[in-house]
């Protein structure tokens, strides 16, 4: 099992910028394939990006593919997300989470998740 907090999130006006972080704590953190998912209020919670264990592998949402960039330090047992030009409709809580699994853009393959960090980007 892995505990994971989330933090950096923010009000920022659109074309700003925000990274969020995701510490990690327990055993193996290397082992684990990371995402962010984020969830609009109204709206179903939608698959961000991914990161494989060795963070030579990574995945975007095509709504955020070129804008935001993810990354992880495994010797920190971080997980980071820059997003960059930002958009009213990037408002969401983000989460991230974690999982052995594969299938990272699928929600249900993720086991453990924190408890999420508001972004708002104001138009």
């Known amino acids: 099992q892995v505990q994971l907090v989330e933090s950096g999130g923010g009000l920022v006006q659109a074309g700003g910028s925000l990274r969020l972080s995701c510490a990690a704590s327990g055993r193996a953190f290397s082992t684990y394939s990371m995402g962010w998912f984020r969830q609009a209020p109204g709206k179903e919670r939608e698959f961000v990006s991914a990161i494989s264990w060795s963070g030579g592998v990574t995945y975007y949402a095509n709504s955020v593919k070129d804008r935001f960039t993810i990354s992880r330090d495994n010797a920190k047992n971080m997980v980071y997300l820059q997003m960059n030009s930002l958009k009213p409709e990037d408002t969401a809580v983000y989460f991230c989470?974690?999982?052995?699994?594969?299938?990272?853009?699928?929600?249900?393959?993720?086991?453990?998740w924190g408890q999420g960090t508001q972004v708002t980007v104001s138009s």
């Open positions: 989470a974690s999982t052995q699994k594969g299938n990272l853009n699928i929600a249900g393959a993720y086991d453990d």
